[in-house]
């Protein structure tokens, strides 16, 4: 069994450099592991590319876009271009840790029906636990908006064929959520058609994040991708995804109310950027809430009074809450 290892790029030569460098000093040979990295038509921090182009391993192969693709064309790339039975993402920046490799492939080996596998990383997911569910609602119960990190996100590419990434990639070629995480909207889909897996043994190790990473307007502490009229878009992005899937009703509920907790934490987590930014945060969660309601609305879920009475509760405490932060 194959196991391939994607690492898109973009800006960090110096970075995609030293991580393919040090995957190739592992001690996996072809018919074990590949090595892949594409570059998303970089202008700065080249010189890292040129090296990896140089690089004559059989483990490894190279390709870069003339110009920036969008992070989802990229991921889209490096991912269509591996041949293992599963292949996991990899962010530039981070790392993995050798001694715990050999404990996935053994589960991937051992059960090719999973969908999705999420290892354990050193912060984005420090604290996950255990856990093995069923394809379909008892996978997306246990992962669904569970964390948006990319790097160590496992996929089974029996289930994420090449087809499905063209076919995602021109329907959701707008889409916000998508064009910003591209590899939730694939996991999703995968859940759905294959176990899940989780484990706490440690795998991924993030590295510091690079200086020149672009931030919000006033707000410097906040990521662009984070900032909170991106993440409100996000929001709507998921939403359309979960429409698009024609699942049953109850699971469709459940699966928004998800959408909802995890884009409110998203806003809520960057508050002391926002303040610090002169926003008015409380006014930011008022209009993050006036969106939910909005898509509560549109849904026109038949549920019982009470189960849309607790998610509306939901939505007025984001801003009580904010007002009182």
């Known amino acids: 069994m194959l196991f391939s290892i994607c690492v898109p790029s973009y800006n960090r030569g110096h970075r995609a450099l030293g991580l393919v460098q040090r995957l190739l000093k592992m001690s996996l040979d072809e018919t074990q592991i590949e090595i892949i990295c594409s570059n998303n038509g970089s202008d700065k921090n080249v010189e890292g590319y040129g090296e990896l182009k140089k690089i004559q391993d059989q483990r490894f192969r190279y390709h870069e876009f003339s110009t920036n693709q969008g992070f989802a064309g990229n991921v889209n790339q490096v ?33 090719p029906d999973i969908g999705v596998i999420r290892p354990r990383t050193g912060f984005a997911f420090a604290d996950i636990e255990d856990c093995f569910a069923g394809a379909g609602k008892q996978a997306i119960d246990a992962f669904y908006m569970r964390g948006l990190y990319v790097s160590g996100m496992i996929f089974n590419r029996h289930i994420i064929t090449d087809q499905l990434i063209d076919e995602y990639a021109e329907r959701y070629h707008d889409n916000t959520g998508y064009l910003y995480y591209p590899h939730m909207f694939l996991s999703t889909y995968a859940l759905l058609r294959g176990h899940f897996f989780a484990s706490d043994v440690w795998l991924v190790s993030e590295g510091e994040t690079e200086e020149d990473l672009q931030v ?7 990521p662009a991708y984070d900032a909170y009229d ?8 998921f939403i359309e995804q979960i429409k698009d899937l024609e699942l049953p009703l109850q699971m ?14 998203l806003i809520r987590h960057r508050r002391e950027g926002y303040l610090a930014g002169g926003f008015d945060y409380p006014g930011i969660m008022k209009l993050m809430a006036q969106e939910m309601k909005e898509e509560l609305q549109n849904m026109k879920f038949p549920f019982k009074k009470e189960d849309l009475e ?15 932060e």
């Open 230 to 237: 991106n993440v409100i878009k996000q929001m709507h992005g």
């Open 252 to 265: 469709q509920f459940d699966m928004l109310v998800m959408v909802f907790e995890q884009h409110a934490y």
């Open 216 to 222: 919000m307007d006033r707000a410097e502490e906040i």
């Open 310 to 324: 607790a998610v509306r509760q939901f939505i007025d405490s984001i801003t009580v809450d904010a007002k009182e």
């Open 79 to 111: 991912i269509k271009m591996s041949r293992g039975d599963f292949c996991m993402l990899l962010s530039d920046e981070d790392w993995i840790l050798e001694e715990n490799l050999g404990f996935y492939l053994k589960i991937m080996e051992k059960y």
